[in-house]
């Protein structure tokens, strides 16, 4: 497994992060430690262990469907660099952005 | 049309639970802005997400009324983008292992009944709403954020791509909507949102045996905008192929307004939404005994209703299908059957003049003021003949007015029918002595005059004459 420059500035992008060209190299090769490090797995012989997303033991774990109090307006903003009409302001949205 | 159009479609359900998802905010639609979160569905750092049972209920109950099975070991994953709409990054979804997999829903199409394939149901959440400060995204300086939508639990149904016209569409949405509602898992709004439908469409030369390039049509919003949407979009995509050109792999989003499809963004520019396992909620297992449960719970389903209604009620397929579509309409069908033994009659007057009064009123069936038992009342009266079908519309006004019951707006009105043959005969000689004209026209062969002069004692009796009878004392008298 090899991660290339490209692919680190791919990833970088998604994550609207910038990364100088004088860092990229270490980025790469920070890449590519981390996946050689989990790699290592991969020898493992797994053939008798079930697939799992959760190493947690527990399951099923859920509430009733009854009403909590939520946050009043005030609070929920309270945080909130800039707020209009109750809302919270955000710059202007991009066209393609979403779902 | 020269092409065969294929359809598919997804369909957001937002579930009528009093929670949300993944926390304890009320998830009823509306109310101020921003006063239906918490950290955890507006995405604060450590706030973990806790799974509502009645949602995972609400899932399994869907899928066994589509025919699914229902996927025993779940778990939920990530899909991550950037927008305002979704405080945390990503949408808390289920794409590895859906819920629900492999129904149908069958539906009548030209008198025929169709299968349409479902492909899988999901659950996941619903994001944040945006308001904009100009008239579109793309002239708005700003965008205001309110979050009440957030984690709002959802299932998305997924079609097999078995629909063959925008028509087929409809139905299909139509009759996805009579289930979900019967079930009581969703308020199925669409102007609400609570129904929400995207249609992948795509066109291909009937002789082709693999699909054409598909486009993604999102906003259509009610019914209309399903069938029309796909109706401008198999155009636009055989208008494209009829001038050699190439159909591309696109979002495209319904203008009600102008009725047409605009491209949104060209769906190969990389919509990378790493999904993964999401490591703040644990699997849950639907065990069969608790599925088992949930089917329990299902209801008689549109289908059943309406085989109920052709069958030991015999009414046509045409009259049950319009009875049975509305959950609320079926309701007040079978409350009227408990007092009138007339289902025809009841057929009649819901599809007649209570939907034509709900109508241009801009109301639903739920906000129909008269009682069913007093339609039913009515309608005995009719049968017993103490009202005539002509007068009945009158107590109908009334009863929209006043809400009193018929026998008693009869009785206040003087409505009641006149059937007493003595009665009618003086009507009917007084007519004939009035009108001597139209009595020669008739016994001369003129059949038309016989009408004008029923006519006339209807008048004379303001209405109340039982016609049938007219009709026959005058052929007595002017034979």
Redo the contacts between chains.
Sequence with gaps: MKVSAQEVQYIAK?A?LEIPEEDLALFVRQFNDILGYAGMLGKLDTEKVEP???V?P???????????T????EE??SNAPAQ??????????M????? | MKYETIIGLETHVELKTATKCFCSCPAEFGGEPNTHTCPTCTGMPGALPVLNKKVVEFAIKTGLALNCEIQRYNRFDRKNYFYPDLPKGYQISQLFLPICRGGYVDIETDGATKRIGITRIHIEEDAGKLIHSGASISDSDFSVVDYNRSSVPLIEIVSEPDLRSPQEARIFMEKLRSILEYIGVSDCKMQEGSLRCDANVSIRPPEQKEFGVRSEIKNLNSFRSVQRGIEYEQIRQAAVLDEGGKVIQETRTWDEEKGVTHSMRSKEEAHDYRYFPDPDLVPFVAEPEWVAKIAETLPELPDARKERLTGRLGLSAYDASGVIARLATADYFDEAMKHTGDAKAVANWILGDISAWLNSNNLEMRDFPVAAGNISAMINLINKGVLSSKLAKTVFEEMLKSGKAPAEIVREKGLEQISDAGALALAVEKIIKDNPKSAEDYKAGKDRALGFLVGQVMKETRGRANPEMINKLLREKLS
Excluded: H
């Design positions: 998604l609207r799992t997303a959760q947690l527990y399951g099923n774990v859920m509430r009733e469907d009854a009403a909590g939520p946050l009043t307006q929920a903003l209009k009409d109750g809302g919270y302001l955000v710059a202007r949205v066209e393609g952005g979403g779902v």
